[in-house]
């Protein structure tokens, strides 16, 4: 017999960590595994680093219209990091999600808790790095930023991981595979859930259940 599937609302997630912890090259791979998950592009003040593109990696736009669009209500949520203003477009992740995708939102712990009051049925998961002398090494590493931009970064990493309580998941990126395994547990955990299936195979299951003739 045929199945039947429904289109089933996807499921927000938010994932944040301190910067340095791997969170974006996590994210990219589970992405890029996963057809049914998108990543929600945020806008941006600050300048593209080397090899960004915009569109893809952020929306870059001037602050004045950063600041038009919060008082337009454009925004699901927003804040102002190492001074520059970070934001995420209302618009785009309800049509995702209505489309039966999953989002994810690469966002601060800041940003995290206007989702999470917005949207409380959106997952979060945390990512820490495995010490901070990892933290560092990541972060010089990249050679994007001044050693004073680095040191102002590890300060507020402690922060920032402070907040890791507040979220449903946590995850040590010590091993890259490891920790993407882990990350893919999760999605396909809760993509098993009741709803979602009852949706995907309602075909089958009204099959399955049918009082005989």
Not at 9 to 24: D, M
Not at 134 to 159: C, F, M, N
Request: net charge negative.
């Amino acid at each position: 017999m045929r199945e039947t599937t429904l289109l089933c609302k996807g499921t927000l997630y938010i994932v944040s960590a301190p910067s340095g912890a791997g969170k974006t090259s996590l994210v990219t791979a589970l992405v890029e595994n996963n057809p049914e998950v998108v990543l929600s592009v945020s806008h941006t003040t600050r300048t593209p680093r080397p090899g960004e593109v915009n569109g893809q990696h952020y929306h870059f736009c001037d602050a004045q219209t950063f600041l038009t669009m919060i008082e337009d209500g454009a925004f699901l949520e927003h804040a102002r990091v190492f001074d520059h203003f970070y934001g995420t477009s209302l618009a785009a992740v309800e049509t995702f999600l209505e489309r039966g995708l999953d989002v994810i939102l690469e966002i601060d712990w800041q940003g995290a808790a206007q989702v999470r009051r917005a949207l409380p049925d959106a997952q979060s998961i945390f990512i820490l790095p495995p010490s901070r002398q990892t933290l560092q090494a990541r972060l010089q590493g990249r050679g994007q930023d001044d050693p004073a931009v680095i040191a102002r970064r590890l300060s507020e990493a402690v922060k920032e991981m402070r907040q890791y309580t507040a979220f449903d998941y946590l995850v040590v990126n010590d091993d890259f595979a490891q920790a993407l395994a882990q990350l893919q547990t999760i999605f396909t955990a809760n993509r098993l859930r009741l709803l979602p299936q009852r949706q995907k195979y309602k075909g089958l299951l009204d099959a399955l259940l049918a009082d005989d003739a």
